[in-house]
Protein backbone atom coordinates (compact mmCIF):
# COMPACT_ATOMS: atom_id res chain seq x y z
CA UNK A 1 0.00 0.00 0.00
CA UNK A 2 1.96 3.34 -0.87
CA UNK A 3 -0.21 6.49 0.59
CA UNK A 4 0.48 9.45 -1.09
CA UNK A 5 -0.74 12.53 1.05
CA UNK A 6 -1.78 15.69 -1.31
CA UNK A 7 -1.33 18.92 0.32
CA UNK A 8 -4.27 21.34 0.01
CA UNK A 9 -4.71 24.15 2.54
CA UNK A 10 -8.41 25.00 0.41
CA UNK A 11 -10.48 27.15 2.93
CA UNK A 12 -14.24 25.92 2.91
CA UNK A 13 -16.64 27.87 1.11
CA UNK A 14 -14.22 29.71 -0.79
CA UNK A 15 -16.21 29.51 -4.14
CA UNK A 16 -18.93 31.84 -1.75
CA UNK A 17 -16.77 33.99 -0.70
CA UNK A 18 -15.18 34.69 -4.63
CA UNK A 19 -19.03 35.24 -5.37
CA UNK A 20 -19.14 38.02 -2.45
CA UNK A 21 -16.15 39.32 -3.43
CA UNK A 22 -17.69 39.99 -7.03
CA UNK A 23 -21.05 41.10 -5.77
CA UNK A 24 -19.30 43.54 -3.45
CA UNK A 25 -16.97 44.83 -6.62
CA UNK A 26 -20.40 45.50 -8.50
CA UNK A 27 -22.04 47.40 -5.86
CA UNK A 28 -19.34 49.46 -5.07
CA UNK A 29 -19.01 50.27 -8.95
CA UNK A 30 -21.88 51.55 -8.74
CA UNK A 31 -22.00 53.55 -5.27
CA UNK A 32 -24.98 51.39 -3.58
CA UNK A 33 -24.58 50.50 -0.07
CA UNK A 34 -26.40 46.83 1.07
CA UNK A 35 -27.82 46.04 4.35
CA UNK A 36 -28.40 42.17 4.99
CA UNK A 37 -30.85 41.84 7.70
CA UNK A 38 -30.82 38.80 9.81
CA UNK A 39 -32.82 37.73 12.84
CA UNK A 40 -34.56 34.45 14.15
CA UNK A 41 -37.83 33.80 12.32
CA UNK A 42 -40.58 35.89 13.44
CA UNK A 43 -38.37 39.18 14.70
CA UNK A 44 -40.45 41.60 12.60
CA UNK A 45 -37.73 42.16 9.48
CA UNK A 46 -40.76 42.29 7.29
CA UNK A 47 -42.99 44.32 9.02
CA UNK A 48 -39.56 46.87 9.49
CA UNK A 49 -39.30 46.46 5.85
CA UNK A 50 -42.91 47.39 5.21
CA UNK A 51 -43.28 50.49 7.52
CA UNK A 52 -39.37 51.52 5.42
CA UNK A 53 -40.64 51.26 2.14
CA UNK A 54 -44.09 53.05 3.41
CA UNK A 55 -41.93 56.43 5.01
CA UNK A 56 -38.59 56.12 2.48
CA UNK A 57 -40.33 54.96 -1.02
CA UNK A 58 -40.89 58.05 -2.61
CA UNK A 59 -37.70 59.59 -1.60
CA UNK A 60 -34.95 56.35 -2.02
CA UNK A 61 -34.53 53.87 -4.38
CA UNK A 62 -35.10 50.86 -2.47
CA UNK A 63 -33.93 47.52 -4.61
CA UNK A 64 -35.19 43.98 -1.61
CA UNK A 65 -34.08 40.82 -1.99
CA UNK A 66 -35.75 38.57 0.21
CA UNK A 67 -35.44 35.13 1.56
CA UNK A 68 -37.80 32.77 2.54
CA UNK A 69 -37.31 28.85 2.97
CA UNK A 70 -40.72 28.21 1.53
CA UNK A 71 -42.50 30.66 0.44
CA UNK A 72 -42.82 34.18 -1.63
CA UNK A 73 -44.91 35.67 1.34
CA UNK A 74 -42.31 38.37 2.50
CA UNK A 75 -41.83 39.77 -0.99
CA UNK A 76 -45.55 39.56 -2.05
CA UNK A 77 -45.84 42.09 1.25
CA UNK A 78 -43.17 43.99 0.56
CA UNK A 79 -44.14 44.40 -2.89
CA UNK A 80 -47.38 46.09 -2.31
CA UNK A 81 -45.28 49.26 -0.53
CA UNK A 82 -43.15 49.73 -3.72
CA UNK A 83 -42.71 50.29 -7.53
CA UNK A 84 -39.73 48.34 -7.80
CA UNK A 85 -39.71 44.72 -8.28
CA UNK A 86 -38.96 42.66 -4.91
CA UNK A 87 -37.12 39.64 -5.77
CA UNK A 88 -37.81 36.37 -3.88
CA UNK A 89 -35.30 33.87 -3.20
CA UNK A 90 -36.92 30.91 -1.94
CA UNK A 91 -34.17 28.48 -0.71
CA UNK A 92 -36.25 25.62 -0.88
CA UNK A 93 -35.52 24.01 2.34
CA UNK A 94 -31.43 25.75 3.09
CA UNK A 95 -31.01 27.84 6.13
CA UNK A 96 -29.11 30.42 4.81
CA UNK A 97 -28.50 32.53 1.81
CA UNK A 98 -25.52 32.49 -0.49
CA UNK A 99 -23.97 34.52 -2.32
CA UNK A 100 -24.48 33.01 -5.68
CA UNK A 101 -28.27 33.67 -4.96
CA UNK A 102 -27.30 37.83 -4.54
CA UNK A 103 -25.35 37.86 -7.57
CA UNK A 104 -28.17 36.21 -9.82
CA UNK A 105 -30.86 38.97 -8.14
CA UNK A 106 -28.60 41.45 -9.29
CA UNK A 107 -29.25 40.71 -12.41
CA UNK A 108 -32.66 42.01 -12.47
CA UNK A 109 -31.50 45.00 -10.25
CA UNK A 110 -30.42 48.43 -12.22
CA UNK A 111 -27.55 49.22 -9.90
CA UNK A 112 -27.32 52.98 -11.62
CA UNK A 113 -30.78 53.86 -10.10
CA UNK A 114 -30.61 52.07 -6.74
CA UNK A 115 -29.12 54.04 -3.61
CA UNK A 116 -29.63 51.18 -1.32
CA UNK A 117 -29.83 47.24 -1.25
CA UNK A 118 -31.40 45.73 1.35
CA UNK A 119 -31.35 42.16 1.92
CA UNK A 120 -33.90 40.41 3.71
CA UNK A 121 -31.96 37.33 4.98
CA UNK A 122 -33.30 33.67 6.09
CA UNK A 123 -34.71 33.63 9.68
CA UNK A 124 -32.23 31.79 11.19
CA UNK A 125 -29.53 33.18 14.09
CA UNK A 126 -26.90 31.01 13.10
CA UNK A 127 -25.84 29.73 9.73
CA UNK A 128 -26.47 33.39 7.82
CA UNK A 129 -23.78 34.37 10.29
CA UNK A 130 -21.17 32.49 8.32
CA UNK A 131 -22.29 33.70 4.70
CA UNK A 132 -20.62 36.54 3.83
CA UNK A 133 -23.40 37.64 0.55
CA UNK A 134 -21.04 40.86 -0.55
CA UNK A 135 -22.97 43.12 1.71
CA UNK A 136 -21.77 46.74 3.57
CA UNK A 137 -23.08 45.20 6.45
CA UNK A 138 -25.15 42.83 8.54
CA UNK A 139 -27.83 44.50 10.75
CA UNK A 140 -29.02 42.00 13.46
CA UNK A 141 -33.17 42.80 14.20
CA UNK A 142 -34.28 40.74 17.48
CA UNK A 143 -37.37 41.60 19.59
CA UNK A 144 -38.65 42.40 22.60
CA UNK A 145 -40.33 39.36 22.95
CA UNK A 146 -37.86 37.06 22.28
CA UNK A 147 -35.31 37.62 25.70
CA UNK A 148 -32.44 39.74 26.86
CA UNK A 149 -29.77 37.15 26.41
CA UNK A 150 -29.81 36.48 22.48
CA UNK A 151 -26.65 37.88 21.95
CA UNK A 152 -25.65 36.39 24.68
CA UNK A 153 -26.71 32.34 22.94
CA UNK A 154 -25.96 33.80 19.42
CA UNK A 155 -23.01 35.68 19.80
CA UNK A 156 -21.33 35.28 16.30
CA UNK A 157 -24.60 36.83 14.86
CA UNK A 158 -23.87 39.53 17.16
CA UNK A 159 -20.76 39.96 16.67
CA UNK A 160 -20.48 40.17 13.15
CA UNK A 161 -23.25 42.86 12.88
CA UNK A 162 -22.49 46.12 12.79
CA UNK A 163 -25.97 47.55 13.71
CA UNK A 164 -28.77 46.38 15.77
CA UNK A 165 -32.11 46.69 15.73
CA UNK A 166 -34.87 46.08 19.02
CA UNK A 167 -38.51 45.73 17.52
CA UNK A 168 -41.67 45.62 18.35
CA UNK A 169 -41.02 48.31 20.97
CA UNK A 170 -44.90 48.93 21.46
CA UNK A 171 -44.74 45.17 23.63
CA UNK A 172 -42.51 46.93 26.52
CA UNK A 173 -45.42 47.43 28.17
CA UNK A 174 -47.10 43.89 28.56
CA UNK A 175 -43.53 41.82 28.79
CA UNK A 176 -40.46 41.97 31.70
CA UNK A 177 -38.32 42.52 28.91
CA UNK A 178 -35.41 45.09 29.91
CA UNK A 179 -33.92 46.22 26.96
CA UNK A 180 -31.37 47.91 29.28
CA UNK A 181 -30.07 44.25 29.49
CA UNK A 182 -30.50 43.75 26.30
CA UNK A 183 -28.38 45.77 25.08
CA UNK A 184 -25.56 45.15 27.94
CA UNK A 185 -25.63 41.71 27.04
CA UNK A 186 -25.08 42.56 22.83
CA UNK A 187 -22.15 45.03 23.75
CA UNK A 188 -20.39 42.00 25.79
CA UNK A 189 -20.06 39.94 22.59
CA UNK A 190 -19.93 43.47 20.24
CA UNK A 191 -18.71 46.84 21.91
CA UNK A 192 -19.54 48.80 18.62
CA UNK A 193 -22.77 47.46 18.01
CA UNK A 194 -24.95 50.40 17.58
CA UNK A 195 -29.18 50.21 18.52
CA UNK A 196 -32.08 51.23 16.98
CA UNK A 197 -35.40 50.79 18.86
CA UNK A 198 -38.09 50.53 16.67
CA UNK A 199 -42.22 49.96 16.72
CA UNK A 200 -43.48 49.04 12.94
CA UNK A 201 -46.61 49.08 14.29
CA UNK A 202 -46.67 52.80 16.17
CA UNK A 203 -44.03 54.16 14.10
CA UNK A 204 -41.89 55.01 17.28
CA UNK A 205 -38.51 54.71 16.28
CA UNK A 206 -39.19 54.67 12.70
CA UNK A 207 -37.96 58.50 11.76
CA UNK A 208 -34.13 57.26 13.61
CA UNK A 209 -33.99 54.24 11.84
CA UNK A 210 -35.31 56.35 7.67
CA UNK A 211 -32.55 58.94 9.08
CA UNK A 212 -29.65 56.11 9.16
CA UNK A 213 -31.01 54.75 6.32
CA UNK A 214 -30.53 57.78 4.47
CA UNK A 215 -27.10 58.45 5.50
CA UNK A 216 -26.20 55.51 4.35
CA UNK A 217 -27.33 55.50 0.96
CA UNK A 218 -25.60 59.08 1.04
CA UNK A 219 -22.48 57.60 1.72
CA UNK A 220 -22.18 54.83 -0.58
CA UNK A 221 -20.91 51.35 -0.56
CA UNK A 222 -17.89 50.69 1.21
CA UNK A 223 -17.81 52.77 4.62
CA UNK A 224 -19.39 50.54 7.05
CA UNK A 225 -17.70 47.52 7.53
CA UNK B 1 -27.72 21.50 7.67
CA UNK B 2 -24.95 24.15 7.22
CA UNK B 3 -22.68 21.67 8.80
CA UNK B 4 -24.14 19.22 5.83
CA UNK B 5 -23.07 22.01 3.41
CA UNK B 6 -19.33 22.20 4.66
CA UNK B 7 -19.03 18.68 4.41
CA UNK B 8 -20.51 18.31 0.98
CA UNK B 9 -17.84 21.28 0.50
CA UNK B 10 -15.00 19.23 1.82
CA UNK B 11 -15.96 16.32 -0.55
CA UNK B 12 -15.80 19.02 -3.62
CA UNK B 13 -12.23 20.21 -2.53
CA UNK B 14 -11.04 16.77 -2.45
CA UNK B 15 -12.74 15.55 -5.91
CA UNK B 16 -10.91 19.53 -7.62
CA UNK B 17 -7.79 17.97 -6.31
CA UNK B 18 -7.79 14.04 -6.73
CA UNK B 19 -10.37 13.43 -9.83
CA UNK B 20 -13.73 11.68 -9.53
CA UNK B 21 -12.67 8.92 -10.80
CA UNK B 22 -10.13 8.72 -7.65
CA UNK B 23 -12.34 9.32 -4.77
CA UNK B 24 -12.84 5.34 -4.01
CA UNK B 25 -9.00 6.04 -3.39
CA UNK B 26 -9.21 8.46 -0.73
CA UNK B 27 -8.15 6.92 2.83
CA UNK B 28 -8.41 10.35 4.56
CA UNK B 29 -8.99 14.22 4.76
CA UNK B 30 -7.46 16.63 6.66
CA UNK B 31 -9.69 19.65 8.15
CA UNK B 32 -9.42 22.33 10.49
CA UNK B 33 -11.89 23.92 11.95
CA UNK B 34 -11.56 27.22 13.88
CA UNK B 35 -13.24 27.27 17.59
CA UNK B 36 -14.95 30.41 16.80
CA UNK B 37 -16.29 29.64 13.03
CA UNK B 38 -19.68 28.85 14.04
CA UNK B 39 -19.57 25.23 13.04
CA UNK B 40 -20.78 22.73 15.71
CA UNK B 41 -17.97 20.23 15.81
CA UNK B 42 -19.73 16.58 16.62
CA UNK B 43 -22.39 17.35 13.56
CA UNK B 44 -19.86 17.97 11.73
CA UNK B 45 -17.49 15.46 12.01
CA UNK B 46 -20.52 13.32 12.12
CA UNK B 47 -22.01 14.42 8.97
CA UNK B 48 -18.04 14.18 7.19
CA UNK B 49 -17.82 9.99 8.38
CA UNK B 50 -21.78 9.40 6.75
CA UNK B 51 -20.40 11.33 3.64
CA UNK B 52 -17.23 9.89 3.52
CA UNK B 53 -18.44 6.14 4.08
CA UNK B 54 -20.74 6.10 1.23
CA UNK B 55 -20.12 6.24 -2.55
CA UNK B 56 -18.26 7.71 -4.81
CA UNK B 57 -15.91 7.21 -1.80
CA UNK B 58 -15.15 3.77 -0.05
CA UNK B 59 -13.24 3.64 2.81
CA UNK B 60 -12.45 7.29 3.36
CA UNK B 61 -12.41 9.12 7.12
CA UNK B 62 -12.03 12.73 8.12
CA UNK B 63 -8.83 14.02 10.64
CA UNK B 64 -10.29 16.85 12.25
CA UNK B 65 -8.14 19.27 14.39
CA UNK B 66 -9.60 21.90 16.22
CA UNK B 67 -7.67 25.12 15.93
CA UNK B 68 -7.89 28.52 17.39
CA UNK B 69 -10.06 31.40 15.14
CA UNK B 70 -12.66 31.26 12.67
CA UNK B 71 -10.71 29.19 9.65
CA UNK B 72 -12.28 26.18 8.34
CA UNK B 73 -9.83 24.34 5.22
CA UNK B 74 -9.42 20.71 3.80
CA UNK B 75 -4.87 20.97 4.93
CA UNK B 76 -4.58 17.24 3.16
CA UNK B 77 -6.08 14.29 1.30
CA UNK B 78 -4.17 11.04 1.33
CA UNK B 79 -5.06 8.66 -0.98
CA UNK B 80 -4.00 5.08 -1.65
CA UNK B 81 -2.00 4.82 -4.73
CA UNK B 82 -1.66 0.73 -4.51
CA UNK B 83 0.87 -1.89 -4.06
CA UNK B 84 4.09 0.26 -4.29
CA UNK B 85 6.06 -2.96 -4.91
CA UNK B 86 4.03 -2.94 -8.67
Given at each position: MAIRRIEVREKLMAKNDEIAADVRRRLEASGVPCLNLVSSPGSGKTALLERTLQQLGDELNIAVVTGDVQTENDAERLAVHTDRLVQAVV?????HMDARQILVALEQISLEDTDLLIIENVGNLVCPASWDLGETAKIVIFSV????DKPLKYPRMFERSTWAVLSKTDLLPHLPFDPDKAVAFAREVNPELEFFFTSALTGDGMDEWCEFLRQRARAGSGTAV | MHELSLAMDVCRITEDHVGRTSLGLVREIGVEVGDRSGVEFGTFEFCLESLLSAPPFVNARPQIERTPGDELRVTYVEVDDGDSSD
Open positions: TNGACTEGE | -
